[in-house]
């Protein structure tokens, strides 16, 4: 058994919102480096330029990467010997946002109703995911999602007759509805399986995985290599202006589900798709 203090949780999610909201994850300048060389468009390159000078002026003068620094999403691993001294493990999480937007200067965007619609002024509380696994580490991984992508994500309900086709036209279809509203060239997380609710979580959680990866399941992997293929030949392209590069990954999640579903969710990002992880 490990013993972890909630001030260490604290300390690192507050480092971790500053981190994540300058600068650009190394997965991600991988993929962004490489729709900068494949961009086929005058006017797409020129939009890439434009977005590749933004992203060093965010990171030497510590300038916000976007003016939407986002709603805190929290995945927390918890390794089944860690033993969490301290305070309560939700309000050390939400303490560390709170921290992390407050000290960092970072815009508070989240309001404490969502009819009333009050800002609580600190950028809580986060979305928060759990999940116990082995071993005496904690992971922590933080996503800060913007809403101009966020409010373009789908959930589709459907028949297992659709099959693999129907997921992919599920996917294409909320793409081409975002259009240029989720930022392009964006990143897609896709959640198949589980219900209703799963595949949402899948979903945000393929965002957060590495951009420059690829499943492991192969049918999986040629699904995220086609869609990403067919992503790219819709012709958005880069700030929606037109172009050969509207997505820099597809990554998808699946999880077992009923005999009687295939549920689908489309979560997207754009460019930045903030995410950092550590563990503890």
């Known amino acids: 058994m490990r013993n972890i203090n909630t001030k260490e949780i604290i300390k690192n999610i507050k480092e971790m919102c500053i981190e994540a909201n300058h600068y650009l994850a190394p997965d991600m300048l991988k993929v962004f480096n490489n729709a900068r060389e494949n961009e086929k468009s005058p006017l797409g390159r020129q939009i890439l330029q434009q977005l590749d000078e933004n992203l060093k002026i965010a990171s030497q003068d510590m300038i916000p990467i976007c003016q939407d620094t986002g709603m805190a999403v929290v995945f927390m691993e918890i390794g089944q010997d860690v033993h969490i001294e301290g305070e309560n493990i939700e309000d050390a999480i939400n303490e560390g946002v709170r921290q ?91 959640g198949i399986g589980g219900t209703f609710e799963k595949c949402a979580i899948l979903s945000k959680k393929a965002l957060a995985k590495p951009a420059d990866s690829n499943s492991e399941i192969p049918y999986v992997k040629e699904l995220e290599e086609e869609l990403l293929e067919k992503i790219n030949k819709l012709g958005i392209g880069p700030g929606g202006l037109g172009g050969t590069q509207t997505a820099l990954a597809v990554n998808v999640e699946t999880y077992p589900t009923h005999i009687a579903g295939l549920p689908v969710a489309v979560n997207i990002c754009c460019h930045v798709n903030r995410h950092v992880s550590r563990e503890i």
């Open 100 to 190: 992390g937007y407050v000290e960092g200067f970072l815009r508070k965007s989240v309001v404490s109703d969502p009819i009333i619609r009050k800002n609580t002024n600190d950028n809580t509380p986060a979305v928060i995911h759990y999940s116990i696994v082995p071993g005496e580490k904690i992971k922590i991984t933080l996503a800060p999602k913007g809403f101009g992508s966020e409010n373009m994500s789908k959930v589709f309900m459907l028949k297992p007759a659709d099959g693999i086709e129907g997921v992919k036209d599920a996917v294409l279809s909320a793409v081409k509805d975002a259009g240029p509203n989720a930022c392009p060239p964006m990143v897609v997380g896709v």
